[in-house]
């Protein structure tokens, strides 16, 4: 199963139906694995490419690079 989270709430919600459902957990963070760290048989792949860029909330904060 391939979660594609786009955002802080779907990754919480992936983890923890993985935690539900005692179920192994890979992420992919938006770059190719050749040796494989990206996936697993049995389990979920938290995949963080659609939370590709940077976030901000200038002028409140400073903007920070985001995964993917």
């Known amino acids: 199963m391939i ?3 786009s955002g802080v709430a779907d990754v919480i ?3 923890n139906f993985a ?3 005692q179920l192994l957990v ?7 694995s050749a040796a494989g760290h ?5 389990g979920i792949v ?4 659609p939370m ?3 976030g901000s909330t200038w002028p409140a904060a400073p903007s920070r690079p985001r995964p993917g």
Do not use: F
């Open 13 to 15: 919600a992936a983890v």
């Open 38 to 42: 990206a996936t697993c048989d049995g």
């Open 19 to 21: 935690r539900q459902h």
């Open 52 to 54: 590709k860029g940077y």
């Open 46 to 49: 938290i995949d963080l490419s």
């Open 26 to 32: 890979a992420v992919r963070g938006g770059s190719h």
């Open 3 to 5: 979660v594609q989270c």
